[in-house]
Each structure stands twice: as structure tokens, then as C-alpha cells.
């Protein structure tokens, strides 16, 4: 869900292949290989940002004809939506080896990948496999940010780890296997560095940490177990916390508890060595290794959350309405109190949309607009989309721009 919100902010703007010749783009081999929202007609596939686009209007629509009229449209790795009807259908309802054409181009068997190599990207966190070996993961991505990992070959790219050791990458998984000389060194913080043969490089460097922000307020989750918040920052005060490994970073208490940080949810976990701890207020200090940088902070005693979860955020995330047809589509995402995301819950199911222009249907986080009979899009200019939850009562309205359409 994440990825779509991503796109769908930028107005409908997916990502595509842009060669360097004009007449091939890459081949698709799999379900997985069509871009998320990508739009497929026949033996056609296109962006949704090239197919709203007034100047291919002749080309789509000759398209749809030719095809009868079947446009289906990537949702995310469970299936298509068919416009037609709005109907969620599976991946197998359209053959992808029947896709001959890329927003116009002829898709071929094979490109020079490596010239492309723009940006090597590397996930700082190892998984342990052995006693000295573990495994990371890579990206390589061409100047428009499309995933070429697999079209790289392994002789193509150098590794070497800031510890005695060897790398072996695998394009077709894009993970990287580390072979350490000294089962002591696994457990240190390293720097992972690729490089392709035409001088790209990527580093698994991490971030310079300036500070850190530990909020003291915490949330009593077990007889002897709490959380609390905490945020990474670097010199330009960005938050970082989702780059910094646990690994690089000490947490210790006061009172000997102990504590577990979480870099993905930015949360630490104590446990306690006893309930009258849990009931009590700690000093807590978090550290960094490689700086040497620390921050200290008094925990207040845990507070039991006792409120059930609740609408309290509705946005519609698009600023575009992406249109096609009749019917024109936008994201939105609904929290709880609590920040969390809970668009595909029974709760976010709950909360209901509507348009000054049509019947609205919403699913895993897609707002589908069927306009009303005698409506036409194309004069246009924006559309009001309000949505409301009965139980939390929490309201939100957004006015969207009307992409340029093409009729179906």
C-alpha cells in the first residue's frame, strides 16, 4: 500500500523504462514485472500519466477499439481492476506474455542494462546465516529509479566489506552473501560497498547521527513489559531513525532493565526486572557507537492504554484525479489515535466517501468514482471528494484537479 500512495501523490506519475533507444523498452517476464496502476489494453501497457495524455489520445483509443473495449488496470501484486465494471479480478485474467508494447514502444528480449546503472542502493542490516556468514540486500536502479537488479550480472559488480571478508551477490534475488574471515567480526557494525563496472558505487554506510529525541512517555504492553518513542536525527536535524541499525546503538536503564530498539516502528521495548520497576520512574540513555553521542531521558511510570482503537485521520492522499473513461480513481489512508494505519481494517472498511459527481466505492485504500448518467468528465476541472465515519464522527473533504481523460 505504501508504494501506491507514493505514485498516487505525484499525480498519477508511475515509474517506466526510458532508453536510450527509443524503440525498445525492457521485457516483461512476470505479473511482478508490470509497474503498480499500470494500465494494460490488448497487447498494450501503458502509464496512467501516458494514457490521460491528451497528445495519445489517438493511440489509446484505437486501442480500445481494436480490443473491444477490455482495459484492466495493476492495483498491486493481488490482481487487476477491469474498468468495465470495477470488478477486482486476479493476476491470471490477463496474460502478460501477450504484452507487446510498452507506452508505445516495442518491448524486446534483452537491453544494455549496465550502461544504465545509475544508483546502487544497499540495506544496511545483515541477517546471520552462519557462524560467519550472513546475507544483505541490494537494488541497482537506472536514472529513472526502475529496479534493474536482475539485469545485472554478478561479474559486473566488486564487492568489499570494511572487515576481513568476501561477497557474493545474486542479481536474480538481489541478495548479497558476506563470507567473514573471523566469525568475531559478524557481530561488529560494518560498511558494505558495491561497485559496478562503469564506476557506480553504493555504500551501506550509515547516516551521521547529531542527536536523538526520546519521548518519556511510556505505554504499559505486558505484566512486565513498556514501550516508548524515540527519533534518530542527523546534522541537518532529518530524521534518520529508520536507517540506524539497532546494532549500532546501546540502550541501558538505570535499573538494569532491559531494552529493545525497533528502527522500523521507531519504538524501544524495556522489560522490566519486576512489577514494582514497571510501576516507577527510570533514566534511560540511548548511544550511539561510532560517535559516541548519547541522550539520557526519565521515563515516567507506564500508563495502560485502555482506549479502543478509533478513526481519528481521514485523508485522501492524491492531489490528481486519474481518469479514465467514466471513472476516475485517487488514495486515501485512515489512522487511529494512535497514528497507526488502519485503511484496510473493519474499521477503515467502516468510513464512507462521496462525490459531487458520481457513486463512490473504496478498496484496500482506492477510491473508484462512477459518475452520474448525463456527467461527462472531459469539461472538468476539479471534482469534491468528502468522506465521513459514522462511529468517530471524523470528516474530511478534498478537491481534486481532473486529469486529462481518455474516453473508453
Do not use: C, H
Amino acid at each position: 500500500m505504501k508504494k501506491f500512495k507514493g505514485i498516487m501523490m505525484m499525480g498519477f506519475v508511475l515509474l517506466t523504462v526510458t532508453l536510450s533507444k527509443p524503440v525498445m523498452a525492457m521485457e516483461l517476464s512476470s505479473f511482478t514485472d508490470v509497474p503498480d496502476f499500470a494500465v494494460v489494453i490488448g497487447d498494450s501497457m501503458y502509464t496512467l500519466e501516458y494514457a490521460n495524455d491528451l497528445k495519445n489520445v489517438s493511440l489509446i483509443n484505437d486501442a480500445v477499439v481494436k480490443n473491444k473495449g477490455d482495459i484492466f488496470i495493476k492495483t498491486d501484486d493481488s490482481g487487476w481492476i477491469k474498468n468495465s465494471n470495477s470488478t477486482q479480478v486476479n493476476k491470471d485474467s490477463v496474460n502478460i506474455s501477450t504484452i507487446k508494447y510498452n507506452n508505445g514502444q516495442a518491448i524486446v528480449a534483452s537491453v544494455p542494462a549496465t550502461s544504465n546503472v545509475a544508483k546502487i542502493q544497499i540495506d544496511p542490516i545483515i541477517t546471520k546465516t552462519g557462524t560467519n556468514t550472513a546475507t544483505f540486500t541490494y537494488k541497482i536502479l537506472d536514472k529513472n529509479g526502475l529496479d534493474i537488479t536482475k539485469t545485472i550480472p554478478a561479474s559486473d559488480i566488486y564487492g568489499s566489506v570494511s572487515v576481513g571478508s568476501t561477497i557474493v551477490v545474486d542479481p536474480t534475488t538481489g541478495i548479497g552473501t558476506i563470507t567473514f574471515k573471523s566469525s568475531a567480526d559478524i557481530s561488529k557494525s560494518i560498511i558494505i560497498t558495491l561497485v559496478n563496472k562503469t564506476g557506480v558505487t553504493g555504500t551501506s554506510a550509515p547516516s551521521k547521527i547529531a542527536g536523538f529525541s526520546i519521548n518519556p512517555i511510556t505505554r504499559k504492553t505486558g505484566m512486565y513489559t513498556a514501550t516508548f518513542e524515540y527519533e534518530v536525527f542527523n546534522s541537518a536535524n532529518e530524521d534518520i531513525t529508520k536507517t540506524v541499525p539497532a546494532s549500532q546503538l546501546t540502550a541501558t536503564s538505570a535499573d538494569k532493565s532491559s531494552i529493545v530498539l525497533n528502527p522500523s516502528t521507531a519504538t524501544g521495548t524495556i522489560t522490566y526486572n519486576s512489577t514494582i520497576d514497571i510501576n516507577s520512574s527510570i533514566s534511560i540513555t540511548l548511544k550511539d557507537l561510532l560517535t559516541g553521542i548519547t541522550a539520557s531521558s526519565v521515563m515516567v511510570a507506564p500508563v495502560v492504554e485502555t482506549n479502543a482503537s478509533k478513526v481519528n485521520k481521514i485523508s485522501v492522499t492524491s492531489t490528481v484525479l486519474g481518469v479514465i473513461g467514466d471513472k476516475g480513481y485517487a488514495l486515501y489512508v485512515v489512522y487511529d489515535q494512535y497514528g497507526n494505519d488502519i485503511t484496510n481494517t473493519l474499521l477503515g472498511n467502516n468510513v464512507t466517501f462521496q462525490s459531487n459527481i458520481g457513486q463512490v466505492q473504496i478498496k484496500n485504500g482506492l477510491l473508484t468514482i462512477t459518475v452520474n448518467s448525463g456527467i461527462n468528465l472531459r469539461p472538468l476541472s476539479s471534482v469534491i471528494i468528502t468522506g465521513y465515519d459514522s462511529i468517530s464522527k471524523v470528516t474530511t473533504s478534498a478537491t481534486l484537479t481532473v486529469a486529462t481523460q481518455v474516453k473508453s
